[in-house]
């Protein structure tokens, strides 16, 4: 731009195209990649709509009350996240194991109502912003990464930007969500939904601070592993949940939180005393619940089971070894030893 702006103060004629070649170079930039669609059909981790109606039904009626008209596909994943993108010709919703075998079908559908409002139309340049975001910093061809290289400051500028706006807006963002629980859910039961959602949190904060089966113990992989964890979760969480109830009052937002509280959010939907709700759901939605779940534990196992030998010796018998020594040498470590850990480290 100085370079452009500095040839003016010069009375020698300054070649036209190069001004035309400058607001193309500069056009170029922001012109935004179009969204992606999904080919649901190799995708594996979509579940059928025939297969699975009364999930399905739940999330077309959680969109149809935020007002997001279209076509949904549900994919399921291994973790305790739910979430929504907006797709060229579908909404791409995915909901992890965790909550589906926790959280019961009314909590389901007013998580949601929440993640629909994140993608309705109100929130349309939001979601432009986090897709264009997403775009800058995704895998491209080398062929890509030569024609944006021109542009990589402007491209650096906004993550910059990007990322300002996140750290000031995302716990307002988070808060405008959850009000459509409060005006198309239930307060109670969104509630109740928040708790559960809470505990995994606390659950993998507490993890490694007692005694637990590694899920790498079996020399063979096994094909219930997800249920198995599920259950140890559970099994955990019965144990646990009135003293992690007991901390939320004691949680503080921390200056970079994505999301408020719990607290925060569970008095703005205006329950002073939230309650875990029971899960007493008809067979018929159970029954999809657990075929959900045994659908990608399937392809979890068949996508590792060749290679689990190789993962298993790298994540769990090395270090299994290494205990095994230390303990046979009566919890006793060198300080040669200690060092020569670090130095492999580094």
């Known amino acids: 731009v100085s370079f452009f702006a500095g040839a003016l103060e010069y009375e020698t004629a300054f070649p036209w195209y190069l001004f035309a070649l400058f607001y193309i170079f500069i056009g170029l930039d922001v012109i935004r990649p179009k969204r992606a669609k999904i080919n ?5 981790e979509y579940l059928s709509e025939n297969d699975y109606p009364i999930l399905y039904d739940t999330a077309y009626r959680a969109a149809k009350a935020i007002g997001c008209n279209g076509k949904i596909k549900i994919g399921i994943s291994h973790d305790y996240n739910a979430g929504i993108a907006h797709m060229v010709d579908a909404y791409s919703v995915m909901l992890g194991t965790y909550l589906l075998d926790n959280l019961s079908q009314d909590e ?28 800058i910093n995704g895998d491209h061809s080398p062929m890509d990464d030569v024609v944006r290289l021109p542009y990589m400051y402007f491209r650096t500028l906004y993550v910059y930007e990007y990322i300002s706006y996140m750290y000031a807006c995302s716990v307002l963002n988070e808060e405008i969500a959850d009000s459509a629980m409060l005006k198309h859910g239930d307060p109670e039961i969104a509630a109740s939904a928040l708790l559960k959602l809470k505990f995994s949190n606390m659950y993998e904060w507490e993890r490694g601070t007692y005694e637990e089966e590694s899920i790498f113990a079996a ?20 144990e646990r949940k009135d003293a992690w109830v007991g901390m939320i009052d004691s949680e503080i937002l921390a200056r970079n ?7 925060m959010r569970i008095e ?15 067979s018929e939605y159970l029954s999809e619940v657990d075929r959900a779940i045994t659908h ?15 993962i298993r ?26 060092y020569a850990q670090k130095s492999k480290k580094v």
């Open 268 to 282: 703005g939907l205006g329950i002073k005393e939230p309650k875990l709700m029971p899960k007493n759901d008809s």
């Open 257 to 263: 939180e994505s999301h408020p509280t719990v607290k």
């Open 219 to 238: 020399e063979e992989m096994e094909n219930d592993h997800a249920h198995k964890q599920l259950s140890a979760y559970k099994a955990r969480m019965e």
């Open 313 to 338: 010796k790298a994540n769990y018998l090395g270090n299994k070894k290494l205990i095994e020594d230390w303990e046979a040498k009566g919890k006793k470590c060198t300080k040669e030893e200690k």
């Open 108 to 135: 389901i559908y007013n998580v949601l109502l929440h993640e629909f409002a994140h993608v309705d139309e109100e929130n349309k340049v939001q979601n432009d912003v986090i897709y264009y975001f997403g775009w």
């Open 40 to 44: 649901f059909k190799e995708r594996k």
């Open 296 to 310: 990608i534990e399937k392809l979890i196992y068949d996508f590792n089971k060749d290679n689990y030998k190789e």
